[in-house]
């Protein structure tokens, strides 16, 4: 009988402290729920200033915090889809640089909803917006640039390993934040030096997801525009492009092939970047982004951005454009209703930063090795190029594309929008590669309409119209 008591008094107890640990587990998931349902709700925009009446739409933005001790943080903004947010798509959108704002170029000025107007307070709708067909999340990555920021003095030294990291910290603790979208299918969109980012944090997550059921990030794969992929190829397929379009002499096409092909594109270094100088020089006051774009004069005449450093000699006609974006976010109204500039420490908001491209630590030569990952992990991969960019033209792009030696699948074909030739396309086994005509370095500044429809057919993976029917 008595062992019969100890045996129900150790039942009883186990089966109290299960209930208690059930208890606790629930109130630990409710509190962390509660937690992060505020700070959702704190990170709503009530109304942008100068935001039009129309907007149908919900916007939140805020700082995700990647590392506590070194107090670094990255600034995010949260664009959804006016219809059926619910069940549409995640896209990531990250600007390169290095050290380019995402919320400056590809929110403002690229593929999100909004406009500034030339008074830099009023905002105006893009009939092109990509949030027509996914929830748009933009990253200022890494911090240092746009809105996004770190205590430590040290972490503006920073390159492509920190910035890959720190991005897919920065994913985990956001889908926490936004638990909604926990699972959703999730693309990640970009473009120049994305080329490098947008690999790299695509390797974690593949990496990070395996083994995993139904794992948080439910990615699927990347559209990446004009990007660097690498050094070698991107590098001789420049010089090319310069060269067929009677942008440089045979003699500084010929130097070029001899002292640059094994260089950094990015931090190119003596007879390099001596030749590089020559050539920017036979170019002419032309826009290199979109070389039948008429260039910006906006910092001053050619014989003073020529005495600039490489990369900033050159700007392209979208620092004409930018401007006004960047008068908006100094408004500090306008960081107020962000949630931005937080840290008590006014500092100007710049569209790219100089301290950070200048400081980069680390930039591998290529990119193709983690292609071939990418693709043997089954996702999804479109790169396309507006071919009128000088800066990492088409013929960089095909080069290094050429070089993963992928199987065609679809000939090379004219693609069609509004019954006009849109671009040209080729598809392989495990990517698609597109060209938008007329379109320069920043395919959705200049050629939005175009742009939209490339994005479409992404998202919904369909082969681009190959007639004009």
């Known amino acids: 009988m008595k062992g019969l008591v100890n045996v129900c008094s150790g039942s009883l107890l186990a089966y109290f402290i299960i209930l208690c640990l059930a208890y606790i587990a629930t109130t630990d998931a409710a509190t962390s729920s509660r937690r992060y349902s505020w700070q959702q709700r ?18 939140y933005s805020g700082y995700v915090t990647v590392d506590k001790i070194k107090g670094r943080a990255l600034f995010y903004w949260l664009i959804e889809s006016p219809a059926a947010a619910k069940s549409k798509p995640l896209v990531l959108w990250l600007n390169g640089g290095p050290g380019c704002s995402s919320v400056a170029y590809g929110a403002s000025e690229e593929i999100g909803p909004f406009r500034v107007q030339p008074d830099g307070k009023t905002l105006t709708l893009s009939p ?41 910290k920065f994913l ?96 190119p270094k003596n007879q390099c970047y001596k030749a590089l100088e020559n050539a920017y020089k036979e170019f002419g006051d032309i826009n290199p982004y979109g070389i039948y774009d008429n260039p910006c004069n906006e910092l001053g ?57 200048s400081k980069w630590s680390d930039s591998p030569k290529s990119m193709l090795p983690i292609f071939k990952q990418l693709i043997a992990a089954g996702l999804r991969l479109w790169v396309f190029s507006g071919d009128t960019d000088a800066v990492l033209p088409l013929t960089a792009t095909r080069y290094s594309l050429r070089a993963l030696n992928l199987k065609t699948i679809t000939d090379w074909h004219p693609w069609y929008d509004n019954q006009k030739v849109g671009g040209w396309s080729e598809g392989y086994e495990g990517l698609t590669y597109i060209t938008v ?27 681009l119209p190959s007639t004009s029917t």
């Open 42 to 59: 704190w990170d709503k925009i009530v109304k942008l200033p100068g935001q039009p009446a129309n907007v149908s739409f919900s916007q």
């Open 301 to 357: 005449s050619l014989s003073n951005n020529l005495k600039l450093p490489l990369p900033w000699t050159f700007r392209g006609n979208d620092q004409c454009i930018v401007k006004y974006t960047k008068v908006y976010m100094n408004l500090p109204e306008v960081q107020k209703a962000l949630h931005a500039n937080v840290t008590g420490i006014p500092h100007p908001w710049m569209t790219c930063s100089e301290v950070i491209r």
């Open 172 to 267: 985990q603790k956001w889908f926490e934040r936004f638990p909604q979208y926990k699972s959703r299918s999730f693309y990640i969109a970009g473009e120049s030096y994305a080329g490098h980012y947008i690999p790299e944090l695509s390797r974690i997550i593949v990496q990070r997801n395996k083994g995993i059921k139904n794992a948080i990030i439910n990615f699927k794969g990347f559209l990446l525009g004009n990007p660097l992929i690498d050094d070698y190829y991107d590098n001789i397929g420049t010089f090319e492009f310069w060269w067929n379009h009677g942008l440089i002499s045979d003699s500084t096409y010929k130097t070029l092939n001899e002292s640059c092909p094994y260089d950094s594109f990015l931090f």
């Open 128 to 168: 092109y917006s990509w949030n027509e067909e996914a929830n748009l999340l933009f990253l200022d990555s890494p911090a240092g640039v746009g809105f996004s920021y770190s205590n430590t003095s040290l972490d503006l030294i920073t390159g492509d390993n920190r910035t890959a990291e720190d991005a897919y």
């Open 437 to 463: 005509r007329g379109a320069g370095h920043e395919v959705p500044l200049g050629r939005p309409r175009l742009a939209l429809s490339l994005f479409t057919h992404f998202l919904n993976n369909q082969t």
